[in-house]
């Protein structure tokens, strides 16, 4: 982080509402960042079935999830 300035991929979860409870959400942030650091233009198949492997959301944020990854890869520009 800089200053006051979150992180792409944290600035990406907060954007696409990819967290509720928060209890699996440093885990996904860390995990997205693993992921993103290995495949800079990932695929939506690519993050689903590689990138959040081991992951579990109890409240079923996957969509938002997903999306944070995707606009995280575009630099962390939604849309």
């Known amino acids: 982080m800089d200053g006051d300035k979150l992180h792409p991929v944290q600035q990406a979860f ?3 509402d990819g967290q509720q409870c928060g209890f699996c959400t ?3 942030v860390v995990a997205c960042k693993a992921f993103l650091d290995k495949h800079p233009h990932p695929t939506p ?3 689903e079935d590689v990138g959040l492997g081991g992951n579990l959301c109890r409240c079923g944020t996957y969509m938002g999830i997903r999306a944070a990854v995707m606009q995280a890869a575009k630099g962390g520009h939604n849309g």
Request: charged content about 10%; aromatic content about 12%; glycine content about 22%.
């Open 45 to 47: 198949c690519g993050v």
């Open 26 to 28: 440093p885990g996904f």
């Open 14 to 16: 907060v954007d696409n």
